[in-house]
């Protein structure tokens, strides 16, 4: 049972970097199959992939923000971590972290997210 929760800054001033933690209790981010999922959802888009780094470290990125997207982690805090760069308001979102499971067919644990409010 993951117990996933995000942090950071909720405001973010335009052309600036986004960086949020996705700290995960309950589970190890090491561990086998699974991989750790950066989603975000706005009014006009609805829900959005961001990308994913998986339990090896390997890591995949929507094609329409892939120029701007890191996602990293730290294994001994159980913890991993997005970067959006050069953000704009269109990037105003609530952003979530959740568990990626290929035998759920999907993404079977998430945080509550958190509000990101990118404006000057």
């Known amino acids: 049972q993951e117990q996933m929760q995000e942090s950071g800054p909720g405001l973010v001033k335009p052309s600036q970097t986004l960086s949020l933690t996705c700290t995960v209790a309950g589970g190890s981010i090491t561990t086998n199959n699974y991989y750790w999922c950066w989603i975000r959802q706005t009014p006009g888009a609805g829900l959005e992939y961001i990308g994913y780094?998986?339990?090896?470290?390997?890591?995949h990125y929507s094609p329409s923000l892939k120029a701007r997207t890191s996602i990293s982690r730290d294994t001994s805090k159980n913890q991993f971590f997005l970067q959006l760069t050069s953000v704009t308001p269109e990037d105003t979102a609530v952003y979530y972290c959740?568990?990626?499971?290929?035998?759920?067919?999907?993404?079977?644990?998430w945080g509550k997210g958190t509000q990101v409010t990118v404006s000057s």
């Open positions: 780094i998986g339990y090896s470290g390997n890591t």
């Open positions: 959740a568990r990626g499971d290929p035998d759920a067919l999907g993404m079977d644990y």
